[in-house]
């Protein structure tokens, strides 16, 4: 039974950060990615980041880079995405998502089509 759950979402003022966690059960971890996306009140969900854990390779959203670090615990199976000088305009709905590796991984995660997908972890960024 697939699960992944999303946590360490919260209240932080602006220029703070936070680091997101999705721990994951189910799946063999090492062949898969694992991603992040972001859906604020009235706007469409948008990919943030992922991991791949089959090469170890991180992707960022081009306009985000510079402020995410996405990493990988094999030992926990857990994926993170530390948020540095956090905006308001990054207070969304967090959610992480899994998909297997593959030569589509990138344009999967661009076009949300990964396969399975967790629950949110609500971010507020206050100015």
Known sequence: DVQLQAFGGG??????????SCQ??????????????????????????????????PY?????????????DRAKRTVYLQMDNLKPEDSAVYYCAADQSSWMVAERFIMKAFQYWGQG?????SS
């Open 11 to 20: 209240l932080v003022q602006a220029g703070g950060s936070l680091r997101l």
């Open 60 to 72: 960022y959203q081009h306009a985000l880079k510079g402020r995410l670090t996405v990493s990988s």
């Open 121 to 125: 972890t609500l971010v507020t960024v």
């Open 24 to 57: 994951t059960s189910g799946f063999n971890f090492d062949d898969y990615a694992i991603g992040w996306y972001r859906q604020a009140p009235g706007k469409e969900r948008e990919e943030v980041s992922y991991f791949n854990n089959k090469d170890r390779s």
